[in-house]
């Protein structure tokens, strides 16, 4: 039996997405840069276009700026990092800035799953989406085993789906 989300998936097709991965750190380098690589992959694999890929400081202005710059290419923008909540963790309140739609369901459904990988630390975790026009963001936390869950888990499966919801 087919669900509505079902129709609206299929509905959507196997349409490529143009697709920015932009690292939130002060630490990461290209060569240590395993969750933005992370995310680069599995979009790829997904038949994905990854159209930039970047490492911004973590400051919530440069955030903001590396965001509004990908969003004048690309349909869909992961951040991962800068997501927890000590003082330089400023990602959400960046993507805040940028979005017009929260959705509210990964974050919810992220510190779910994280929940029953790593226990009560999942709720330190202030994974976010977004949505404003054509745009759909996304932003995890840093650590690569999150980073995983969350592109594998939450964002693969309902990519197209969002998008082709933004287009009507």
Do not use: W
């Amino acid at each position: 039996m087919s669900t509505v989300p079902d129709e609206h998936r299929a509905a959507a097709g196997r349409t490529s997405l143009s697709c920015a991965v932009l690292t939130c750190s002060d630490t990461r380098k290209p060569e240590t840069d395993t969750s933005g690589a992370l995310m680069r992959e599995l979009l790829e694999a997904a038949g994905h276009r990854v159209e930039l890929q970047d490492i911004v400081r973590e400051d919530p202005g440069r955030v903001l700026e590396a965001i509004e710059r990908a969003s004048t290419t690309c349909e869909v923008i992961l951040l991962n990092g800068g997501t927890g909540v000590s003082r330089r963790d400023g990602t959400i309140e960046a993507v805040r800035g940028f979005i017009a739609r929260e959705l509210p369901g990964f974050g919810e459904l992220f510190r779910m799953l994280s929940y029953q990988e790593i226990g009560a630390a999942a709720m330190l975790s202030r994974a976010l989406a977004g949505t404003r026009e054509h745009v759909v963001v996304f932003a995890t936390p840093g650590s690569t085993p999150a980073v995983r869950l969350a592109v594998e888990q939450l964002i693969i499966p309902e990519l197209r789906h969002v998008s082709a919801l933004l287009a009507d």
